[in-house]
């Protein structure tokens, strides 16, 4: 949302290794291009000292919508940044039985990534203001219990009903069925430093889908 702020993605990965590749080319590919403008790149859940009263709004609709029609000034204070883990899901039951299921391990995978203890140059006293910050925001945190994914569709559709959201890509919880890849999205990190780091996190949060996902069909 922010003009200095870079989002970058992965393709779709069979495996921990291949994650591996597709970071380290994304990183060195944003690295080299910043060096290129005498600029550097960091990657922590919060900026260590920049304000986010001096930030420009990157152009677009979307972004445009969110800070003057919806959140204003919240929005804009929302200088923060996060890494989201896409896990593949077999069908809609599915995500929604393991999305009850690892509602358990979302503040430990969250303790895990921890990398914005500063805010405005400030030392916080917490290992991830940036969960401080967004939890500003509503339909944030972790997400109540849906017994099929019919009661959580009935769900979105009344928040869309009442004008609450337009979309179900305005629910912003910890975890959340993503509403266009049929994926179950994590989304409580913060920005893992290192790219080791992010990937031991992935692979964590396979081995939990995983594990999980046999005590659902045991």
Known sequence: MHQSIVETGTKICENV??????????????VLAAESTGLRVAAAG????????????????????IVEEEMGQLARSLLIFGMHIHIAMPDKQ?????????????????????????????????????????????????????????????????????????????IWWDVR?????????FRMFDTATRVEEAVAIA???QAIRRQTASLIHA
Not at 17 to 30: D, G, Q
Not at 46 to 65: A, C, K, L, M
Not at 177 to 183: L, N, V
Request: proline share 7%; with cysteine; net charge positive.
């Open 177 to 185: 069925p993503h509403p266009a890849y049929g994926t179950l999205e």
């Open 46 to 65: 919060t900026h260590p000292f920049s304000s986010w009263i001096d930030q420009v709004i990157s152009p677009g609709e979307r972004y445009q919508n």
């Open 17 to 30: 290794s291949e994650l591996r590749l597709e970071m380290h080319r994304t990183r060195s590919e944003l």
């Open 94 to 170: 599915t995500t929604i039985d393991m999305m009850n299921m690892v509602r358990y391990f979302l503040p430990h995978l969250l303790a895990l990534s921890t990398s914005s203890p500063f805010w405005m140059g400030r030392n916080t006293g917490l290992k991830s203001f940036r969960t401080t910050v967004f939890r500003r925001f509503p339909r944030t945190g972790i997400p109540e219990v849906f017994e099929s994914w019919s009661e959580y569709e009935n769900f979105i559709n009344l928040l869309v009903k009442l004008n609450c959201i337009d979309t179900g890509k305005k």
């Open 203 to 205: 692979a964590l949060t």
